[in-house]
C-alpha cells in the first residue's frame, strides 16, 4: 500500500512524494482513511511511529485555505510543538495554507500576529489559553481538533486548561483525533468526554531496539555522582543522553561535569529559555555539545540521531519512560548502550522496568572504581570490566 492508495489530496499526496516517503507507516495506513472519513480517532501509538503524519496528511487533505483557524494541533511541550509545526508546513506546503506557532518562555506579539492569517494553529495548552484571553485566538472555523501526547499533557498538569479549550471549540460538526502512548483511567475517562463514537487505532508498543545494551550500576546512594563521572571518564561515546528526574538535578548534573573540564555539555529542562533551549538541542544534534542532560522533556518526540550511550541518572520512576529514554539510542540498527544508576532505594522501579521490557537487566561493576559496601553488590555476580570499545564491541579486561 502507497500514500497515493489513500485518498490524500493532490497537493498533500505531491509534498508527501517529494519528501521521499512512498509507503505508510502501520498507524498511517490505518489513521488516514477513518480521518478522511470524518470519524474521531483514539490512536494509541508512541512517538516515532509516524504519528505527526498520521494526522497532518489527512488532516490538511480536508480543508481549504480560509486565513482563520481549522486545525487546532495542542502540544505538551515547546520542542513538540516546533516539530509538529515543521510537519504541517512541510506536508502543507503545496496548499497555500499557513501555520501559527504557539508557545510560551517568547514574546507574544510575533505569535498573536501570526494567527491573524493562520489555516493551522499548533500550540501549547498555557500559551494558546493567552492569546484567547488577549482575544487573538478564535475557536469559531475550528473544524479538526488534534490532542497529541494526552498522557504527557495529563503528567505535566495540563489537562484543565485542555479542557477549558475542547470547551471553546465548536462541538457541532467538530473532528477530534486523540493520541496517547498510554490510556490511564483519567485519560480514558477525558476521551469519552471529548469524543463521538471514536474509531480505536492500537499499535504495538515499540520495543526496545535488540541492538541496545542495558547494564544496571548498583552503588551506594552517596556515590551516585562519583559512579556517574566515572562512567563518563572510562567510556568511549560518540554522543551521550543523561536523563535525570528533576530541572535542579538537571543543572546540577551538568555543573558537575563542567567542573571536571568537559566543556561540551549542555542542560536542557522547561526552566531554560525557549532560545538556549533550541541552542542546546541543535548543538548536541550537530556536535557542539557531546552530553545533553535532560529532564523527559527530551525524551518524547525529540528526534536525535546518533546517540551512542543513554545514562539514568536515577531509575525512572515510571517504567514506560525508560523505553522512551533507551529510543534515544541504537537506532537504525546501529549499536547503543544503555547505563542505569540503581542505589538500594531504587529496587522497585527497576524490577518495573524489567517487568516492562521483558527482560532481566545484568548488573555490573566499573573496574578500579572505589565502591562503599551496599548490599547491593552482594547480589552481583557480574565481573567488572571497563567500559572501552573496539570496533563497536565491550573489551572485557
Known amino acids: 500500500m502507497g500514500f497515493d492508495t489513500l485518498g490524500l489530496s493532490a497537493p498533500v499526496l505531491e509534498a508527501v512524494l517529494e519528501t521521499g516517503y512512498t509507503n505508510p507507516t502501520p498507524i498511517q ?4 482513511p477513518v480521518i478522511l472519513e470524518g470519524k474521531d480517532v483514539i490512536g494509541a501509538s508512541q512517538t516515532g511511529t509516524g504519528k505527526t503524519a498520521a494526522f497532518a496528511l489527512p488532516s490538511l487533505s480536508k480543508i481549504e485555505r480560509m486565513g482563520k483557524p481549522q486545525i487546532l494541533v495542542l502540544e505538551p511541550t515547546r520542542e ?3 516539530q509538529v509545526a515543521e510537519q504541517f508546513e512541510k506536508y502543507g506546503a503545496k496548499t497555500g495554507m499557513k501555520v501559527a506557532l504557539l508557545y510560551g518562555g517568547v514574546g507574544l506579539g510575533q505569535q498573536m500576529e501570526s494567527l491573524s492569517d493562520a489555516d493551522i494553529v499548533v500550540a501549547t495548552p498555557g500559551r494558546l489559553v493567552d492569546c484567547f484571553y488577549r482575544a487573538a485566538m478564535r475557536f469559531g472555523e475550528i473544524k479538526i481538533l488534534i490532542l497529541d501526547e494526552v498522557d504527557r499533557m495529563l503528567d505535566m498538569g495540563f489537562l484543565p486548561q485542555v479542557r477549558k479549550i475542547v470547551n471553546l471549540c465548536p462541538w457541532e460538526g467538530r473532528q477530534t483525533l486523540f493520541f496517547s502512548a498510554t490510556m490511564p483511567a ?22 526496545v531496539a535488540a ?23 572510562e567510556t568511549d561515546y560518540h554522543s551521550v543522553m543523561i536523563f535525570t528526574r528533576t530541572r535542579r538535578e538537571a543543572d546540577e548534573v551538568t555543573g558537575m561535569i563542567k567542573s571536571t573540564g568537559q566543556t561540551k555539555v549542555a542542560a536542557m529542562h522547561s526552566d531554560i529559555n525557549q532560545t538556549d ?18 529532564t523527559d522533556v ?25 523505553v522512551h529514554r533507551i ?8 549499536e547503543g548502550d544503555a547505563f542505569t544508576i540503581l542505589t538500594a532505594d531504587e529496587l522497585d522501579f527497576a524490577k518495573s522496568v524489567e517487568i516492562f521490557v521483558n527482560k532481566e537487566i545484568k548488573r555490573e561493576r566499573l573496574a ?4 562503599i559496601y551496599t548490599a547491593l553488590l552482594d547480589t552481583d555476580p557480574v565481573k567488572s570490566f571497563k567500559r572501552k570499545k573496539v570496533g563497536g564491541k565491550k573489551r572485557r579486561k
Open 29 to 32: 495506513a490505518q489513521a488516514i
Open 368 to 371: 578500579d572504581f572505589p565502591y
Open 186 to 207: 483519567a485519560i480514558q475517562t477525558f476521551a469519552q468526554w471529548c469524543l463521538v463514537d471514536p474509531i480505536k487505532i492500537e499499535i504495538a508498543r515499540r520495543e
Open 211 to 233: 541492538t541496545v545494551s542495558h547494564a544496571f550500576y548498583p552503588v551506594s546512594i552517596d556515590q551516585r555522582d562519583e559512579l556517574l563521572l566515572a562512567l563518563l571518564k
Open 327 to 334: 529510543g534515544r539510542t541504537g537506532r537504525a540498527e546501529a
Open 80 to 82: 513538540l510543538a516546533h
Open 277 to 294: 533551549r533550541m541552542k542546546a538541542l541543535a548543538g548536541f544534534k550537530s556536535g557542539e555539545f557531546e552530553i545533553l542532560v535532560a
Open 298 to 322: 527530551a525524551a518524547r518526540g525529540i528526534d536525535v540521531s546518533g546517540v551512542s550511550h543513554v545514562i539514568n541518572y536515577r531509575v525512572p520512576e515510571n517504567a514506560e519512560d525508560y
